[in-house]
């Protein structure tokens, strides 16, 4: 099967900071740059939470308006500060691009043509896409009536209710060969209270046969796993159009390096054909 990127990775938000000390984690940020180069596909959530840590820093407290209207201010504050991290770190024989998606990028044909194709130039370009959700120019009430309105007509709408989700549809649209999530956990656990519990392998002897595993799997799922709230469940239902398109996918804690969790040095879950 041909793949038109190699990789395609997610890493989320609260992965990027030290909590501990309410800054960003540019350890973390420093071996992650190391590692992209050019046919990987970068899916970064942190926009929002790193602008919320650097109003704090300057004006000594958070915004105390509206809920909405703060992670407005916050990802809009934060997107800056989040590509300038990175260019940091990434190599720079490499060029570094920002794209901003809505949902409405994926529940439209011709946009996502335009989407995919300015991705696979990059590859030739010798570039790095960094993707985002564009929370800073969108407004929840709005995205859900909009959201309601396409379902009339279609049962299959793209959300976009968290990078689980963007970097499913990503890695569909582009039809990487690997697509790698990265989260604060190890895994999928059958007991996520369990760490002996970590289902290290999802496949099949066909892709029928790894989505029924893939079903199987998601029963275990408990916690945060409704659709949208980055649980488990919710990572595994976003998986399968790619696994549909031949796509290797690895659910992994963002501790690690790509290289230890794509060779199997590190604890992960492999979800694909063996």
Not at 110 to 122: A, F, N, T, V
Not at 195 to 205: A, D, R, V
Request: overall charge neutral; aromatic content about 6%; hydrophobic content about 35%.
């Amino acid at each position: 099967m041909k793949f038109d990127i190699e990789l395609v990775g997610k890493i989320g938000s609260m992965a990027l900071v030290n909590s501990q000390k309410n800054d960003i984690d540019y350890n973390k940020f420093a071996r992650i740059g190391r590692e992209l180069k050019p046919g990987i596909i970068w899916v970064s959530s942190g926009a929002t939470e790193i602008g919320r840590l650097d109003y704090m820093k300057r004006m000594g407290h958070e915004l105390d308006g509206d809920k909405e209207e703060n992670k407005t201010d916050y990802a809009a504050q934060g997107q800056a500060i989040l590509m300038q991290t990175y260019r940091m770190f990434v190599d720079s024989r490499y060029n570094l691009r920002q794209v901003l998606v809505e949902h409405q990028h994926f529940n439209n044909q011709e946009k996502k043509e335009h989407i995919r194709d300015m991705l696979l130039r990059s590859v030739r370009q010798n570039a790095i896409p960094i993707i985002n959700y564009n929370d800073a120019v969108s407004c929840e009430e709005n995205r859900r009536m909009e959201i309601a309105s396409l379902k009339k007509n279609s049962e299959h709408v793209a959300e976009l209710v968290d990078n689980d989700e963007t970097a499913g549809l990503i890695a569909g649209l582009v039809k990487t060969r690997v697509l790698l999530i990265l989260t604060s956990v190890d895994g999928i656990y059958k007991n996520q209270k369990d760490p002996n519990t970590l289902i290290e392998e999802i496949s099949g002897k066909d892709i029928d046969e790894v989505l029924q595993n893939i079903e199987y799997c998601k029963t275990l799922c408990h916690g945060a796993s409704r659709i949208g709230a980055g649980g488990a469940a919710s990572k595994l239902e976003y998986i399968k159009e790619p696994i549909k398109n031949g796509t290797l996918v690895y659910i992994a804690n963002a501790e690690y390096s790509i290289k230890d969790i794509l060779s199997g040095a590190s604890r992960r879950t492999f979800v694909g054909i063996r």
